[in-house]
T-cell receptor
């Protein structure tokens, strides 16, 4: 089976930085994705990591350590529109993308 | 059409009825997927398709069937709906199955089975 853990909720202030951690134990590993999902909407792609290290894309960065089964998504200079759920997903094989339950981030003014 | 569309947006269904959720993409993607999303469980894969004419079972396929007659359409059928199939259903597509291809998601169908 697969186990992907991430915190249920996080709250932060506008302009601050928030780090969402994700730990995984899966039968296979072909990369790790982060998706953003606003309430009542579809998930949208944020980042992909397959090698260890940090990938930076504007205000968002994602880190992966395969040996530790660990990733994090870093959101900098938080804006109100960043209030959403953030989904960690592991590509276990060619077709199977396994998702964590998601972390709901609330940004306060 | 731009991206992926799903129909209906929402539906209330009596238990035991048959229901088909529709999904169409215009990106000429080879791979398509159906997920259900339930509170506290995250997205779970129901069925997938690598290319027109081929389908495969995901994590929770029981009670669901799919077909892939062409590249664009990937309908999901509930032959005899049960209350445990109450969920939000998302269709997704990607250029291919393997590798780093991101999945693009449709807007979802909210299904309630009474």
């Amino acid at each position: 089976g697969q186990n992907i853990d991430q915190p249920t909720e996080m709250t932060a202030t506008e302009g601050a930085i928030v780090q969402i951690n994700c730990t995984y134990q899966t039968s296979g590993f072909n990369g790790l994705f982060w998706y953003q999902q606003h309430a009542g909407e579809a998930p949208t792609f944020l980042s992909y990591n397959v090698l260890d290290g940090l990938e930076e894309k504007g205000r968002f960065s994602s880190f992966l350590s395969r040996s530790k089964g660990y990733s994090y998504l870093l959101l900098k200079e938080l804006q109100m529109k960043d209030s959403a759920s953030y989904l960690c997903a592991v590509k276990e094989n060619d077709y199977k993308l396994s998702f964590g339950a998601g972390t709901t981030v609330t940004v306060r003014a | 059409i731009a991206g992926i569309t799903q129909a209906p947006t929402s539906q209330i269904l009596a238990a035991g009825r048959r229901m088909t959720l529709r999904c169409t993409q215009d990106m000429r993607h080879n791979a398509m997927y159906w997920y259900r999303q339930d509170l506290g469980l995250g997205l779970r894969l129901i069925h997938y398709s690598n290319t027109a004419g081929t389908t495969g079972k995901g994590e929770v396929p029981d009670g669901y069937s799919v077909s892939r007659a062409n590249t664009d359409d990937f309908p999901l059928t509930l032959a005899s709906a049960v209350p445990s199939q109450t969920s939000v259903y998302f269709c997704a597509s990607s250029e291919g199955l393997a590798g780093s291809y991101e999945q693009f998601f449709g807007p979802g169908t909210r299904l309630t089975v009474l």
